[in-house]
């Protein structure tokens, strides 16, 4: 997968904003690009090439953009630009509607439309996620999409917060992704970013069936991890909390190659696996630990956890202790 990263932490303080001017104009929509204090400017950026979707990750002081239509004449890819802002705040006009954005929130810019905007404030660098991709990519019609242009929505429970945490992990573990695996998470990611437009414009019925079939295992997904504590979590409660049948849940895994109680025993095997090697939690007995994430019993804990991992709790904790831990 084709990363791309830049940074003005080693320029001349003349040379940081014409070169994050000139590469973002490359590496994003072209925009004029100003600031209001070149001398204190710095940035950086990770671009990743998904094929389909490019993911940036993106750190700036205050820059103001203005992409007139004389530069959509001159060039227009016809795409859509998610932001989730992480840190500071900004501000857009484009659609007739001018709106303020901060952070915990997406905003959505279409590349067709004349827009300007901002993102600050000064003292600490603003910071964001964007996610851009083709108009046509959701299969959601563009106008609907468009009517999300400058209209700023949160981060919440549900659908929104399934895709901001998936947008950061992603950011977080994409160097690892290979070609084929990127083009997978692509198609995932614009699923997600289906599903939540579709949430906000009260349109669920437009989702494709693969869109909504991915956005439901993906609340699903992490309706589980956030009780994997819980003993009694079961296929029964997970299908209630999410209004479908056992049987259909039974299917969503089967899609995956996993039963659901595989995939939950996986699940929090892998938390003990993590924490175990913790040495933050060393003092912690290891029955604790397997409690905490749902295995009342140290025997059959025990037995899973040297099925998947080849090795006894204890020895993967010694091993972790000293220095040597397999992954």
């Known amino acids: 997968m084709k990363i791309l990263e830049w940074s003005t932490r080693n320029l001349a303080v003349r040379d ?26 710095h940035a950086s950026a990770r671009v990743f090439d998904l094929g389909t979707v490019q993911l940036s990750m993106m750190s700036h002081h205050t820059l103001r953009v203005n992409r007139p239509a004389k530069l959509i004449r001159r060039s227009d890819p016809e795409v859509f630009q998610l932001h989730l802002l992480l840190g500071g705040a900004g501000g857009l006009r484009q659609a007739g509607r001018e709106v303020t954005v901060r952070a915990g929130q997406f905003l959505t810019i279409d590349s067709s439309r004349p827009y300007q905007g901002w993102r600050g404030p000064d003292g600490d660098p603003a910071e964001a996620l964007l996610v851009q991709f083709p108009r046509d990519a959701l299969g ?18 549900g659908i929104t917060g399934v895709l901001a945490g998936h947008l950061k992990h992603l950011a977080d573990n994409a160097e690892s992704l290979t070609p084929h695996s990127a083009r997978a998470v692509a198609t995932v990611t614009l699923d997600l970013i289906a599903a939540a437009y579709a949430d906000q414009l009260g349109a669920g019925d437009s ?41 259909h849940l039974y299917k969503l895994f089967q899609e995956q190659g996993l039963t659901v109680a595989a995939w939950i025993r996986r699940s929090r095997l892998e938390q003990c696996h993590r924490d175990l090697a913790d040495p933050r939690q060393r003092s912690l007995p290891i029955q604790s630990i397997a409690a905490r994430w749902g295995f009342t019993d140290a025997a059959t804990f025990s037995r899973a956890f040297r099925a998947a991992y080849g090795m006894s709790p204890r020895d993967h904790r010694n091993l972790a202790a000293a220095g040597h831990a397999p992954n």
């Open 16 to 41: 940081r904003f014409p070169y994050w001017y000139d590469t973002m104009s490359q590496a994003h929509l072209h925009a004029w690009l100003a600031t209001d204090d070149p001398a204190r400017f």
């Open 207 to 247: 989702l494709t069936p693969e869109a909504r079939r991915q956005a439901l295992l993906s609340l699903i997904h992490d309706f589980v991890r956030q009780r994997l504590g819980d003993p009694d979590l079961t296929p029964e409660t997970i299908a209630a909390a999410h209004q479908i049948s056992v049987r």
């Open 140 to 157: 959601l019609r563009s106008d609907v999409v468009g009517r999300l242009a400058a209209a700023p929505f949160p981060v919440r429970p």
